[in-house]
């Protein structure tokens, strides 16, 4: 049996491009594609070649209930990124003006949290 592998995750964030020049700086992401959203809005996809974040603005009136619950912003636990180093990642999400927070060292990796401008936690690990 394969492993199924996460491709990618779809967020609502108040400024879609802020949020991917964001994630471009801090894990050097690129944006894979931008453009339009089929609910309307406009939508970024952040990432590598093989796995990406979404991050969407809802912009017009909800017509539906799945229009209404992409107007809502960050309605996830948190978003994991994997980096090699954990140390320049950290220092990044400070000089971006970010607060790292609970600190881990744990088997088999490391790891710390942070919030970005829309309350999104993102947890950044690193494996031994």
């Known amino acids: 049996m394969s492993h199924a592998i996460l491709e990618h995750v779809n967020v609502t964030v ?3 491009h802020r949020t991917a020049d964001l994630l471009c700086k801090l894990f050097d ?6 453009g339009p959203s089929q609910m309307g809005g406009h939508t970024y ?3 590598t070649d093989n ?4 991050v ?6 909800p017509q539906t209930p799945a229009q209404q619950q992409a107007r809502t912003r960050g309605g996830l636990n948190h978003i ?3 980096v090699e180093d954990l140390n ?8 971006a003006g970010f607060k790292p927070y609970a600190h881990d060292d744990y088997a088999p990796g490391r790891r710390f ?3 970005d401008m829309d309350e999104i936690e993102f947890e950044v690990v690193a494996y031994a």
């Open 51 to 54: 796995h990406y974040v979404a």
């Open 80 to 82: 994991g990124v994997c």
């Open 56 to 61: 969407y603005t809802y912009d017009g009136q």
């Open 88 to 95: 320049a990642v950290e220092q990044r999400v400070i000089e």
């Open 45 to 47: 996809h952040v990432g």
């Open 14 to 16: 108040s400024d879609p």
């Open 113 to 115: 949290y942070f919030n």
């Open 29 to 34: 992401w690129d944006i894979r594609w931008s």
